[in-house]
């Protein structure tokens, strides 16, 4: 298949990318960032460059995996939100039920309030607590209002890149290096971790089938940042060197409101035999080991 990649230039993409060429796929790459050599510019917020590349190249399947995953930036600026990741997915929508393109649109566990005690399926009714979520589910109505062959696919809580990743587990392994011997980390807020080299596999190996709809694609387990934190010192050799305290939310202001839980199941998966997600602390440990010397 001949696939168009949006974000190209994002975590995800870095395992995504290399997964669909290892199938035999042509992939050309997409990004505002041309982080690399092969990444030719779109943004797409304009849908006539949107229009152009889809219709120029006329591919099989766009993989959108472009967004401002920022959410704190998305609720201080929440016309940057909606025109990315509302409207940017409604130009790229647009494009492929023109072109009669097939459509994967990566979304969030972020679109549930989180309220809930247990993780959320496919089946539970959204409802953000944040203009990121917000704004990341009205992407969702679009594509199931646009399209009839498509996969959204929701993710949680990505892990993945190393030093293209600024999220949690690399901000902590980076301050182990630098000799810090207290850690804090958030014990109340809970989610589901997603390692992007896995969620790349199941990913390549859902879209074949053709079973289109909604999916969640997250590690087995749940944990709390805290939980995490525990297992990166573990994981780096420091148990008994260093010390994770548990401390609640309200110690980090946000400017975004976050819920209690993020947790997710993938529960359709799960139905059809297509869970191929192994538990977050093995992949957590394998991601530590791999990278922790670099």
Same mark, same amino acid.
């Given at each position: 298949?001949?696939?168009?990649? !949006?974000?190209?230039?994002?975590?995800?993409? %870095?395992?995504?990318?290399? =997964?669909? #060429?290892?199938? @035999?796929?042509?992939? &050309?790459?997409?990004?505002?960032?041309?982080?690399?050599?092969?990444?030719?510019?779109?943004?797409?917020?304009?849908?006539?460059?949107?229009?152009?590349?889809?219709?120029?190249?006329?591919?099989?399947?766009?993989?959108?995996?472009?967004?401002?995953?920022?959410?704190?930036?998305?609720?201080?600026?929440?016309?940057?939100?909606?025109?990315?990741?509302?409207?940017?997915?409604?130009?790229?929508?647009?494009?492929?039920?023109?072109?009669?393109?097939?459509?994967?649109?990566?979304?969030?566990?972020?679109?549930?309030?989180?309220?809930?005690?247990?993780?959320? !399926?496919?089946?539970?009714?959204?409802?953000? %607590?944040?203009?990121?979520? =917000?704004? #990341?589910?009205? @992407?969702?109505?679009? &594509?199931?209002?646009?399209?009839?062959?498509?996969?959204?696919?929701?993710?949680?809580?990505?892990?993945?890149?190393?030093?293209?990743?600024?999220?949690?587990?690399?901000?902590?392994?980076?301050?182990?290096?630098?000799?810090?011997?207290?850690?804090?980390?958030?014990?109340?807020?809970?989610?589901?971790?997603?390692?992007?080299?896995?969620?790349?596999?199941?990913?390549?190996?859902?879209?074949?089938?053709?079973?289109?709809?909604?999916?969640?694609?997250?590690?087995?387990?749940?944990?709390?940042?805290?939980?995490?934190?525990?297992?990166?010192?573990?994981?780096?050799?420091?148990?008994?060197?260093?010390?994770?305290?548990?401390?609640?939310?309200?110690?980090?202001?946000?400017?975004?409101?976050?819920?209690?839980?993020?947790?997710?199941?993938?529960?359709?998966?799960?139905?059809?035999?297509?869970?191929?997600?192994?538990?977050?602390?093995?992949?957590?440990?394998?991601?530590?080991?791999?990278?922790?010397?670099?």
């Amino acid at each position: 298949m001949k696939i168009v990649v !949006t974000g190209a230039a994002g975590m995800l993409a %870095a395992e995504v990318i290399p =997964e669909l #060429k290892r199938g @035999g796929h042509e992939v &050309v790459s997409f990004d505002l960032n041309q982080r690399l050599p092969d990444i030719q510019a779109i943004d797409i917020r304009d849908p006539g460059q949107v229009f152009d590349v889809v219709g120029k190249i006329k591919p099989d399947y766009v993989f959108h995996l472009a967004a401002e995953t920022n959410v704190d930036l998305c609720e201080q600026d929440r016309d940057h939100a909606f025109k990315v990741n509302t409207f940017g997915t409604e130009n790229i929508a647009l494009a492929c039920q023109k072109f009669k393109v097939k459509l994967v649109y990566i979304s969030t566990a972020g679109v549930f309030f989180g309220d809930k005690p247990e993780p959320y !399926t496919e089946f539970d009714h959204p409802r953000p %607590a944040n203009i990121y979520g =917000e704004s #990341k589910l009205q @992407g969702e109505h679009i &594509v199931r209002n646009f399209l009839c062959e498509y996969f959204i696919v929701r993710a949680g809580w990505m892990v993945g890149g190393w030093e293209i990743d600024k999220k949690f587990v690399y901000k902590i392994v980076q301050q182990l290096k630098e000799g810090k011997a207290e850690l804090k980390a958030v014990s109340d807020k809970f989610g589901t971790p997603t390692f992007t080299k896995d969620f790349a596999r199941n990913l390549a190996a859902l879209v074949p089938t053709g079973r289109y709809g909604l999916y969640h694609m997250a590690n087995k387990g749940t944990c709390s940042r805290y939980d995490i934190a525990v297992k990166i010192v573990e994981f780096m050799g420091l148990s008994g060197k260093v010390r994770v305290s548990p401390v609640s939310s309200d110690a980090f202001p946000l400017p975004a409101p976050r819920g209690r839980s993020e947790m997710m199941r993938n529960y359709r998966l799960d139905l059809l035999g297509l869970n191929q997600m192994p538990h977050w602390e093995d992949s957590l440990k394998g991601y530590i080991h791999l990278n922790k010397n670099k």
